[in-house]
């Protein structure tokens, strides 16, 4: 377990978005966060105090943990002397990104003299089976997106609690860097061997009781040529009964690909439902999850209101609203 308060390293992120790790952590356990420590150029910002390496250990953090996700998810060369400073200062270091912090000599070295410890947590615990696609008691929710980094981990998590506030039976399940750092377990999907993926998936959500519901965190986007692979994995070893679609009603191509404009939703739920049904005849779409962050409330409201009347479902954002009308859905 990852030792708490935590300092955040947003690194030089060019925008919020890149700092989307740091973000969840901030978001969903504020209570672990002491402050931000952020490089020249640096464009993100969570509200947290600026903290140098010094004063956020006199301040008691005790893990400096990586919480910005770069395109291809790898240590920059231009972190790695704030990270070895980190480690000689005392603290623990927690990375989700792809490269790992144990392969940085210099680092090992420092961490190893100074007694701290590293944690690569975007690297799999143990050898996962290969889906055999059969049938689980439980029951199951995907949140798919019409692009990656577009508030699926969010669903989960806001309906999980709104269905913990009920009394009802419901376990978020991580399935990616943030949701590991915010849950303390799960799966590292993209880092699993692509034919064991969906079997990774499989082992995370096994048969549970009737009532019981697995909020399955959502990977990447069906549309997006980078990310696919990943979420297909998690549809086909998830098994859901339901999907939530997500989508971010102000972006006009998938990120990091201005070349390819930004599917709709009705062509997510025809796509999604239609492989969902390989291995769920009953999968059915319950509502739609929008993360309405850039606009305002009345633009916000708005555009729930056109969606929920073109899709014929209910769409809310659960972060700013709550998720109480698609745990009513569900």
């Given amino acids: ?10 690194g030089d992120a060019p925008d919020q978005l890149a700092a989307k790790v740091a973000q969840g952590i901030k978001d969903w356990r504020p209570q672990f966060c002491l402050g931000q420590l952020r490089l020249e150029g640096c464009k993100a910002d ?38 070895v400073a980190a480690t000689r200062a005392g603290m623990d270091i927690a990375s989700g990104l792809h490269n790992r912090l144990s392969d940085l000599p210099e680092l090992v ?25 059969k049938p689980r008691t439980g029951k199951r929710c995907l949140a798919v997106g019409t692009d990656c980094s577009i508030g699926k981990m969010y669903t989960a998590l806001a309906m999980e609690r709104e269905m913990l506030a009920r009394g009802m039976q419901a376990t978020f399940r991580a399935t990616g860097q943030t949701g590991i750092l915010i849950t303390g377990s799960g799966v590292p999907l993209d880092a699993v061997v692509a034919d064991f993926m969906a079997g990774a998936v499989e082992w995370l959500t096994p048969d549970n009781d009737p009532n019981h519901w697995d909020l399955i965190e959502g990977q990447g ?24 679609l997500c989508h971010e009603p102000t972006r006009t191509h998938l990120r990091g690909l201005p070349h390819y404009a930004l599917p709709s939703l009705e062509a997510l739920r025809d ?16 509502g739609v999850s ?41």
Avoid at 1 to 10: C, E, G, I
Avoid at 50 to 77: C, F, K
Avoid at 125 to 131: F, G, L, R
């Fill in 1 to 10: 377990m990852l030792k708490t308060p935590y300092l955040l390293f947003l």
């Fill in 46 to 83: 969570l509200g947290l105090p600026d903290m140098s390496l010094e004063e956020a250990r006199a301040a008691g953090a005790q893990t400096l943990v990586v919480g910005a996700a770069n395109r291809g998810g790898i240590i920059a060369p231009s972190w790695i002397e704030t990270l």
């Fill in 109 to 133: 070295e420092a961490a190893r003299q100074a007694g701290t410890e590293l944690f690569d947590v975007r690297v799999p615990q143990q050898a996962y089976p290969i889906a055999d696609g």
């Fill in 221 to 244: 986007g069906l549309f997006h040529p980078s990310f696919s692979g990943v979420t297909l994995a998690l549809i086909h070893g998830g098994q859901p009964d339901a999907l939530v």
């Fill in 271 to 286: 796509l999604a439902l239609g492989v969902a049904r390989i291995v769920n005849p009953a999968v059915e779409v319950i």
């Fill in 290 to 330: 929008v993360n309405t962050a850039a606009l305002s409330a009345e633009e916000a409201r708005k555009c729930l209101e056109d969606i929920e009347v073109r899709m014929g479902l209910p769409t809310v954002d659960p972060f700013r609203d709550g998720a109480g009308r698609l745990v009513d859905a569900l």
